[in-house]
């Protein structure tokens, strides 16, 4: 993925203080574990650094025949328990850290998910979902391996380092400054490698990203492009794909290949350096021996740092990115005072409506119309004509810019948003079905619903005759979004999920897709007979949907041109009867 589309409206800068201190936000809670963790860092940092002072003295007192052989097995035993213990530490610490981080991130997934809930539609057409998946997914754990793992490490060489300087010095100065020039050309060398490495990686996941998402599209369209003849067209382009790759590898190949033996080469120059040094400020060779364990210890956290500067470089994106989110207000949320309703009579009012999705693009154009309780109304109208947007405005999914729709004489504006949704059943075009099974499909994994009513409402709408027939009944398993279901079915589905949340008020947009002649007897069936529920609102294709109408509303470029019962917009032979004629001839008989 590009840096580019990971981009979303309303990301900005945040300042370091503010970062902090919303960073603490998720610290603090945990401030006991951490406080523990880095006792534990100081206690087995501090370890480490002594170890290599005890094989100083083993080996002065190899070389002494006065020791007391003793005295070095005492020496060996002590060096032996300490690095078990400091390893145990280091494993607690680890424990520790892993779980506090895994708390976080716990935390955070869970506050980003409800923020992106609330969200509007319109928010959502704006971000789209690739990318928040990206930042719920991905930048959560980035975010928590800022806490439990860079600035741990970070924390732990540079201690490291500080332990390992200040008992250098200690030994001797003249051979610590030496090897201070040896500690900079590894760091500024291990840097600079590090941006580069970061780069060329970062190009490699954006390349990768890019011919997944081509061999995703071209071998799914494999039969489209095999019909058209376009194989040695889009071999050609996979070319491109895969040499851009191809090439990037190389390049984090190669860099790796002078990297490594650099740093080897600078690490055995400092070894010989420290020897020859050494015998001539005629060190001991405890000294010498220590003086090399030292060394050691010093290249990799030099490296490491260089690094974790990286690291932290990039967790701090990643968390800023989040913050970016978190801080996008969800548009339509409730007033301050808005109204609680637990039933609605279901009178629907569309009162001079203007809506737009971009600004100045009008899509509905000073629409008006009246729907009494129980009454059922179709809408009618071209492709683009406004009619599937009308039935989102109810439920608010965007907010209209002039004009008033009220349910009830109440303008919706003033109501709760939770509430509104729950009296207004929506069965929308594409049946979104869930992974899970036939009944969680239908009761939205709400368990206070019994077998029984599933049952009676299946029933009810038609649902249970196609149920039936599944090997598993209502466990029968929804997979893929529901692919493994016709789209009449489908239909069915939601008809029963919708009619078991008991609305008040019903909206359909109809399948215009192909259903079989069984199953579509069926919804016609199951239509009539849902229709008593509540006040219904369709955007009707079928005839008989539209013929049962108590009132039909044709539109036209998001106008309303006319109205009325099915016989009496006939009657006026205007543009429904132009409609009519063009749509139904074959249905009529
Ligand atoms: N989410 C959206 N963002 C921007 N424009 C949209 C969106 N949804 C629909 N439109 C536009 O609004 C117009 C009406 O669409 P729609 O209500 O779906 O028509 P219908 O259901 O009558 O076919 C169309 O021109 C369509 O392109
Ligand atoms: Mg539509």
């Given at each position: 993925m590009t840096k580019d589309n990971e981009k979303l409206f309303g990301d900005k800068k945040i300042p370091m203080k503010t970062m902090i201190k919303r960073l603490l936000y998720f610290i603090l809670p945990e401030w006991k574990a951490f406080l523990l963790a880095f006792l534990l860092i100081l206690v087995s940092v501090g370890i480490s650094t002594i170890l290599p002072l005890t094989l100083r003295d083993i080996t002065d007192a190899l070389g002494d025949l006065g020791k007391p052989l003793s005295f070095i097995i005492g020496l060996s035993i002590g060096y032996f328990v300490l690095s078990i213990v400091s390893q145990i530490i280091?494993?607690?610490?680890?424990m520790i850290l892993q779980k506090t981080g895994q708390r976080i991130v716990y935390k955070l997934r869970m506050e980003v998910f409800t923020h992106i809930?609330?969200?509007?539609?319109?928010?959502?057409?704006?971000?789209?979902?690739?990318?928040?998946?990206?930042?719920v997914a991905n930048y959560t754990t980035a975010m928590s391996e800022l806490f439990t793992n860079v600035i741990v490490s970070l924390l732990r060489n540079i201690l490291t380092i500080l332990g390992v300087y200040a008992i250098m010095f200690y030994l001797s100065v003249k051979l610590s400054l030496v090897l201070t020039l040896f500690v900079i050309v590894v760091f500024v060398s291990s840097f600079i490698f590090r941006k580069v490495i970061t780069k060329i990686w970062r190009k490699e996941r954006q390349y990768t990203s890019e011919l997944n998402a081509f061999l995703n599209e071209n071998l799914s369209g494999m039969n489209?492009?095999?019909?058209?003849?376009?194989?040695?067209?889009?071999?050609?382009?996979?070319?491109?794909?895969?040499?851009?790759?191809?090439?990037?590898?190389?390049?984090?190949?190669?860099?790796?290949?002078?990297?490594?033996?650099?740093?080897?080469?600078?690490?055995?120059?400092?070894?010989?350096?420290?020897?020859?040094?050494?015998?001539y400020l005629s060190l001991g060779a405890g000294e010498i021996v220590a003086f090399y364990l030292y060394l050691s210890r010093f290249f990799n956290p030099v490296q490491n740092i260089a690094d974790q500067l990286n690291q932290i470089q990039r967790a701090t994106t990643s968390s800023e990115r989040l913050f970016n989110l978190l801080d996008v207000k969800p548009e339509s949320t409730d007033k301050p005072n808005?109204?609680?309703?637990?039933?609605?009579?279901?009178?629907?009012?569309?009162?001079?409506?203007?809506?737009?999705?971009?600004?100045?693009?009008?899509?509905?154009?000073?629409?008006?119309?009246?729907?009494?309780?129980?009454?059922?109304?179709?809408?009618?109208?071209?492709?683009?004509?406004?009619?599937?947007?009308?039935?989102?405005?109810?439920?608010?999914?965007?907010?209209?810019?002039?004009?008033?729709?009220?349910?009830?004489?109440?303008?919706?504006?003033?109501?709760?948003?939770?509430?509104?949704?729950?009296?207004?059943?929506?069965?929308?075009?594409?049946?979104?079905?869930?992974?899970?099974?036939?009944?969680?499909?239908?009761?939205?994994?709400?368990?206070?619903?019994?077998?029984?009513e599933i049952k009676e409402v299946c029933e009810y709408v038609n649902a249970d005759?196609?149920?039936?027939?599944?090997?598993?009944?209502?466990?029968?398993?929804?997979?893929?979004?529901?692919?493994?279901?016709?789209?009449?079915?489908?239909?069915?589905?939601?008809?029963?999920?919708?009619?078991?949340?008991?609305?008040?008020?019903?909206?359909?947009?109809?399948?215009?897709?192909?259903?079989?002649?069984?199953?579509?007897?069926?919804?016609?069936?199951?239509?009539?007979?849902i229709k008593n529920i509540g006040t219904m609102l369709v955007v009707a294709h079928r005839l008989?949907?539209?013929?049962?109408?108590?009132?039909?509303?044709?539109?036209?470029?998001?106008?309303?041109?006319?109205?009325?019962?099915?016989?009496?917009?006939?009657?006026?032979?205007?543009?429904?009867?132009?409609?009519?004629l063009l749509q139904f001839t074959d249905q009529i008989n």
């Open positions: 280091v494993y607690i610490q680890g809930e609330n969200m509007s539609q319109n928010q959502f057409n704006i971000m789209p979902v690739g990318s928040l998946v990206t930042r489209i492009i095999q019909i058209f003849n376009q194989e040695k067209r889009k071999e050609k382009e996979f070319n491109v794909k895969n040499e851009q790759l191809r090439k990037t590898k190389s390049k984090a190949v190669l860099a790796f290949a002078g990297y490594r033996p650099f740093i080897t080469f600078l690490y055995y120059a400092a070894l010989a350096v420290t020897f020859i040094v050494g015998i808005a109204l609680h309703i637990d039933h609605f009579e279901g009178k629907i009012e569309f009162r001079n409506v203007w809506f737009a999705y971009k600004e100045d693009e009008w899509i509905l154009k000073d629409v008006s119309f009246i729907v009494e309780p129980k009454q059922t109304v179709a809408f009618v109208g071209a492709t683009g004509a406004g009619k599937t947007t009308i039935l989102s405005l109810i439920v608010r999914n965007y907010e209209i810019q002039k004009g008033q729709i009220l349910i009830d004489d109440i303008d919706i504006a003033d109501l709760e948003v939770k509430c509104l949704r729950k009296a207004v059943g929506q069965m929308l075009q594409d049946v979104f079905l869930f992974t899970g099974t036939i009944r969680s499909n239908i009761t939205l994994r709400d368990d206070s619903f019994t077998d029984e005759k196609f149920i039936k027939k599944l090997p598993k009944g209502l466990e029968e398993e929804v997979i893929q979004r529901g692919e493994n279901f016709s789209q009449g079915q489908r239909q069915l589905l939601s008809f029963a999920r919708t009619v078991l949340h008991k609305p008040q008020i019903l909206i359909l947009d109809e399948a215009t897709a192909n259903i079989d002649t069984e199953t579509e007897k069926l919804i016609q069936d199951s239509l009539e007979k008989s949907t539209i013929q049962n109408a108590d009132q039909i509303i044709v539109l036209q470029h998001g106008e309303v041109i006319e109205k009325g019962t099915h016989q009496a917009l006939l009657k006026k032979k205007g543009y429904y009867h132009k409609l009519f």
